[in-house]
């Protein structure tokens, strides 16, 4: 079931809301997007900032985000 269609700036804004609500949030960690012309290598198409770019938070809020809501465009 489709989720309700969000804005890239929409979907980054809730990757990043839902990160900072988590328990196991740190107040280094935030998606970003890529810089301009880089091809993102993460499947939601943000970057992961930090120290701790691969802590497996951000592939859990962003399977939790990326289940509730639809990126446009994609």
Do not use: C, I
């Amino acid at each position: 079931m489709a989720g309700k269609k969000l804005s890239t700036q929409e979907f980054l804004d809730e990757l990043n809301r839902s990160l900072k609500e988590h328990p196991g949030y740190e107040d280094w960690m935030q998606f970003v997007p890529p810089p301009e012309g880089v091809e993102p290598d993460t499947v939601e198409g943000f970057e992961r900032a930090g120290p701790q770019p691969r802590h497996s938070l951000y592939d859990l809020v962003a399977l939790k985000v990326g289940e509730a809501f639809d990126m446009f465009p994609k």
